[in-house]
């Protein structure tokens, strides 16, 4: 019996560290990030903690079992979360850097690896999305599913902070190639202009 209570209390203590240490600074991260608190977190976190308190006066261990799903589920939604986030985050980026030419970055490297690392961050999201709705995976495998696609997705997001040298190089090539065009246009007009002067007269 003594065996079966420290089992309990080892299980009641690990929702404590995923709350602390994984729960709590994704919710953190999408506070920042994108300025809101997820409503579908709180409402599994509050469910989460609904159940350890009935746990802990009435001694409910179906209620500790309970409470480990939705600290699981609350999880698993910071994980979709942050990967839409994340996912805002490049489109922003690739909308703000439209004119800027991204091949130029990294010898034409960073626009290949983005573009591969964005293709797998959505891949793998798609199909864990799938597996959610198909419900042919169990829980398990699915949740495993949605942190391989957050994963990605940050591996993703990385590379792009870690590539801000190389776009900025590529968006100061971009504006002296866009200045000297000017230039060149200003002067041909400028050369035709003088040129139709002189065949007038």
């Known amino acids: 019996m003594a065996g079966d209570t420290k089992i309990y209390e080892d299980r009641e203590l690990e929702i404590y560290r995923q709350y602390q240490n994984v729960i709590a600074p ?6 920042v990030r994108d300025g809101e608190y997820p409503i579908e977190i709180f409402n599994e976190i509050r469910a989460a903690f609904t159940h350890i308190s009935r746990y802990k006066v ?3 261990t179906d209620d500790l079992i309970s409470a480990e799903r939705h600290i699981k589920r609350a999880t698993l939604d910071c994980y979709k979360y942050l990967c839409v986030s994340h996912a805002e985050e490049i489109k922003a980026f690739r909308y703000n850097y439209r004119s800027v030419d991204l091949h130029l970055a990294d010898n034409g490297r960073f626009l290949n690896t983005l573009d591969s690392l964005e293709k797998q961050a959505k891949a793998s999201y798609i199909d864990a999305k799938k597996a959610e709705v198909s419900r042919e995976l169990s829980d398990e495998r699915i949740y495993s599913m949605f942190e391989n696609a957050y994963n990605k997705h940050c ?4 590379y792009l902070h870690e590539s801000e040298e190389s776009i900025r190089f590529a968006s ?3 504006r002296k190639r866009n200045y000297w065009t000017v230039f060149s246009v200003i002067i041909t007009v400028i050369s035709i202009v003088v040129a139709l002067i002189g065949w007038v007269r």
């Open 26 to 31: 994704f919710i953190v991260d999408l506070e």
């Open 58 to 60: 009435q001694n409910s």
């Open 155 to 158: 591996d993703m997001l990385s």
């Open 172 to 174: 100061t090539q971009t």
